[in-house]
């Protein structure tokens, strides 16, 4: 009787709303040696040294199991001043993909920013899985 009922409650819902994944930053900032917009889907320990070599070099690189992890990440690519900032909003189950939804963020209007470029990442953690992973950027 009780799974009628939840069955009942899900079908009544009519949200057609997308499960969500959830997901934990693994680390974002506002220097990135990714000098062009980049999405990134890391499933294995050698495809992550090869990202972080390109994105991180120098800088110690965090650690990643990846039998229970896969990483995510965005990347704007150079950008001509401070205050931009990426991040990914949500990542949800769209069938056997999940679709991960990022905003870009520019510096708001008449806020004093550095005069430097900078190339604006956002890389999360989710559950590992072998989904595709489609990318979509939010509208602001």
């Known amino acids: ?13 009519g949200t ?24 990134a889907v890391v499933r294995t320990a050698a495809e992550w040294k090869a990202l972080w070599q390109k994105h991180g070099a120098g800088q110690k690189m965090p650690v990643v199991d990846f039998t229970k992890s896969t990483v995510i ?10 205050g931009y900032r990426v991040a ?3 990542i949800e189950r769209d069938g056997a993909a999940m679709v991960v939804t990022w905003r870009e963020e520019p510096p708001a209007a008449g806020l004093i920013v550095t005069q430097v470029l900078t190339s604006p990442f956002h890389l999360v953690t ?8 489609k990318f979509t950027k939010a509208a602001r």
């Open 126 to 133: 989710v559950e590992r899985t072998t989904a595709d992973v």
């Open 73 to 82: 990440g965005v990347f704007l690519g150079s950008r001509p001043t401070g």
């Open 16 to 39: 057609g709303a997308m499960p969500p994944v959830p997901f934990t930053t693994l680390v974002e900032g506002q220097q990135s040696g990714m000098e062009d917009a980049h999405q």
């Open 1 to 13: 009787m009780l799974a009628l009922l939840l069955a009942l409650g899900v079908a009544s819902s």
């Open 88 to 90: 990914i909003t949500g």
